[in-house]
């Protein structure tokens, strides 16, 4: 991991779980940090409070990622706060499960907005303030390649659309050097699902390395790609599932 001192970082969704532990990645390879957070302030002063301590400037930002003109102000505030914006992180994600048949309209608008919409607006602005080199990394889901167990017909029809997205847009920043990639996580311990939940050993039993991944095996992939070690990696996508996809 190199090439983040100086650098300006933004994670969506950053509050806990994996944006959290990105953003501290990212905080500990140099870079200043901006984070948001949709209504969990206090949890997202304290990220503020561990990413200040490692010695960088960090922002907290509450917007939340449904609401496009509110992830484009988040932007362009980290921007104007910290001096511009080298990475970009999609990670702020909802997690709508149940039967097909059962799901709203606005539920589906809901989903397809926070992770498709905002992805897409966030790097819209994001560029109009980036250099040449620059980072955009969206968080994703192994499930988008595999459907294991049923209910999650729209989560995967919204975290899917990170796919072709990430490829597309790899292809059309390549000229100036600005990288795009997809991280695809499987089960993860975090608050939303922890490893020693009732639903634990299902998710277990898929993996190939009979564990749940932690927060620091995403944040990892998400810094290496961040940093100098990414700069030739670009319209890829990194699945770290502890092998339930293999």
Same mark, same amino acid.
């Given at each position: 991991?190199?090439?983040?001192?100086?650098?300006v970082?933004?994670?969506?969704?950053?509050s806990? +779980?994996?944006?959290? +532990?990105?953003?501290?990645h990212?905080a500990?390879a140099?870079?200043d940090?901006?984070?948001?957070?949709?209504? =969990?302030? #206090?949890?997202?002063?304290?990220?503020?409070?561990?990413?200040?301590?490692l +010695?960088v400037?960090a922002?907290a930002i509450q917007?939340?990622?449904?609401?496009?003109?509110? #992830?484009?102000?988040?932007?362009?505030?980290?921007?104007?706060?910290?001096?511009?914006?080298?990475?970009?992180?999609?990670?702020a994600?909802?997690f709508?499960?149940?039967?097909?048949?059962?799901?709203?309209?606005?539920? #589906?608008?809901?989903?397809?907005?926070?992770?498709?919409?905002?992805?897409f607006?966030? =790097?819209?602005?994001?560029?109009a303030?980036m250099?040449?080199?620059?980072?955009?990394i969206s968080?994703?889901t192994?499930? %988008?390649?595999?459907?294991?167990?049923g209910g999650?017909?729209?989560?995967?029809? /919204?975290?899917?659309?990170?796919?072709g997205?990430?490829?597309?847009?790899a292809?059309?920043? +390549?000229?100036?050097?600005i990288?795009?990639?997809?991280?695809?996580?499987?089960?993860?311990?975090?608050?939303?699902?922890? =490893?020693?939940? %009732?639903?634990a050993?299902?998710?277990?039993?898929?993996?190939?390395?009979?564990?749940?991944? /932690?927060v620091?095996?995403?944040?990892?992939t998400?810094?290496?790609l961040?940093?100098?070690?990414?700069r030739?990696?670009?319209?890829?996508?990194?699945t770290?599932?502890?092998?339930?996809n293999?």
């Open positions: 991991m190199s090439g983040l001192t100086g650098k970082a933004l994670v969506t969704g950053a806990r +779980g994996i944006g959290a +532990g990105i953003a501290r990212l500990a140099g870079a940090v901006a984070i948001t957070y949709r209504s =969990a302030e #206090v949890h997202a002063k304290s990220v503020v409070a561990e990413l200040e301590a +010695g400037r922002i917007a939340d990622s449904a609401d496009a003109e509110a #992830v484009i102000a988040a932007v362009d505030r980290t921007a104007a706060e910290l001096g511009g914006l080298d990475v970009l992180v999609n990670n994600g909802i709508p499960a149940k039967p097909f048949e059962e799901f709203t309209v606005e539920e #589906v608008d809901r989903a397809l907005n926070v992770h498709a919409r905002a992805a607006v966030g =790097a819209q602005a994001a560029v303030h250099s040449d080199g620059g980072r955009i968080i994703g192994n499930l %988008s390649e595999h459907a294991p167990f999650l017909s729209l989560y995967n029809l /919204s975290k899917s659309a990170l796919n997205f990430t490829k597309a847009l292809r059309e920043l +390549g000229p100036r050097g990288t795009v990639n997809l991280v695809q996580p499987g089960s993860t311990d975090t608050e939303m699902n922890p =490893a020693d939940d %009732s639903n050993a299902m998710q277990v039993d898929l993996t190939a390395l009979g564990r749940f991944g /932690s620091d095996d995403v944040a990892a998400v810094a290496f961040a940093g100098d070690t990414g030739s990696i670009t319209g890829s996508i990194f770290v599932d502890s092998g339930t293999a």
